[in-house]
């Protein structure tokens, strides 16, 4: 039973991130709306995808620390320093690589600090350090706190403010950072330093479900626990809307518990269809090769979309598909799908073999 709940997870990490490379890559100028982003409040099916790993990723870290009893040793203490570590500099490698292949690589002035890899990795640390510091009872209230805290940080900031001159997530991360170093196709940086409070407190929320599945007395009652999870966390998301509107660039608390709330129901269903209905293994193996090597083929995609960027192949390959398919949305989002059956083919090699790179 073990090894079939961990294959259910698996699964849903391999959509969220098959997913996630899809929405990150359309081909053209004119991409569908509901493939895009939202601007500023609001949620696309887009803005799902993202906050789906972090709460996988809570999920993981339980299952991971569980095996040694939630105990710190030097091995482990090591193990997350590295983790940690190689994530961040990861994130920056990213950051950078774009500036070196657009003939910018020394500018180290206009060098992003923030990213997706550098949240999950400050994400993990801080959960990681709590799951071994403190008993687990604790995490419902420093939940409540850290979004409760953030909240007031957005209410008397003006967190939801569409200007960075008066929005205090923006006017914090360019007092320490610099204006050059952070993002600027919005109002704030998406990953900024203060919207990580909220974040943490997300992957919380996937750790503590991870231990209400572990406190299950079999696969009827953890595939219950997670719908009921998810069912009042997404009530509790829907009506902290009214007073602070969902909203993925700062990460607002209505859309930690909205997000988590849909992924623990997610979690909740592929637990009933894989576990206990017994779906076929054969169909799964598209997920199962993303959901493998998440954060390998997901680091890939980023440097092949940048690489594809600067070369002009992006532009080249949709220029192919546009004189095919006349619409742009269409052939915007075939490129997209292409782009991201590449990297299935990419990872296929690594699952058939059971190779799995850990980053």
């Known amino acids: 039973m073990e090894k079939q709940r961990l294959i259910s997870l698996d699964v849903l990490r391999g959509l969220t991130v098959a997913l996630m490379i899809t929405v990150n890559n359309g081909g053209g100028k004119m991409i569908y709306s509901t493939l895009e982003h939202s601007k500023w409040n609001g949620m696309t099916p887009c803005d799902l995808v993202f906050p ?23 091995t482990t203490a090591r193990k997350i320093a590295k983790r940690t570590i190689m994530m961040f500099a990861i994130g920056l490698l990213i950051n950078w690589f774009g500036l070196l292949l657009s003939g910018k690589g020394l500018d180290f002035a206009h060098l992003r600090v923030w990213g997706v890899m550098q949240r999950i990795a400050l994400c993990y640390l801080a959960v990681s350090i709590f799951a071994l510091s403190f ?56 990953e900024g330093l203060l919207s990580t409070i909220s974040a943490i407190a997300h992957t919380m929320i996937g750790f503590y479900c991870g231990k209400l599945m572990a406190s299950a007395k079999d696969t009827e009652d953890k595939v219950m626990k997670f719908l009921i999870a998810g069912g009042i966390l997404v009530i509790i998301g829907y009506l902290v809307s009214f007073g602070l509107p969902l909203n993925k660039r700062i990460w607002s608390p209505s859309y930690v518990c909205m997000t988590c709330g849909l992924a623990a129901i997610c979690q909740g269903l592929l637990m009933y269809y894989i576990d206990i209905k017994g779906v076929a293994k054969e169909k799964l193996n598209m997920a199962l090769i993303f959901g493998t090597n998440p954060l390998f083929l ?62």
């Open 52 to 74: 789906f790993f972090l709460f996988i990723m809570g999920i993981s870290t339980f299952l991971s620390f569980k095996k040694s009893n939630f105990t710190w040793s030097k």
């Open 298 to 359: 997901y680091v890939v995609s980023e440097l092949v979309s940048i690489i594809f960027g600067a070369t002009g192949l992006k532009l080249g390959i949709y220029n192919g598909i546009n004189t095919v398919v006349i619409n742009p949305y269409v052939a915007s989002l075939v490129y997209a799908i292409l782009f991201m059956l590449l990297h299935a083919l990419m990872g296929y090699p690594l699952w058939k073999k059971h190779i799995f790179i850990k980053l």
């Open 135 to 190: 008993k687990h009872k604790y995490i419902p209230i420093t939940i409540v706190v850290l979004l409760a805290g953030y909240a007031a940080i957005l209410v008397f900031g003006n967190g939801y403010a569409y200007d960075s001159h008066l929005n205090i997530l923006s006017k914090v991360d360019t007092s320490i950072f610099g204006y050059d170093h952070l993002y600027h196709k919005s109002p704030v940086d998406p």
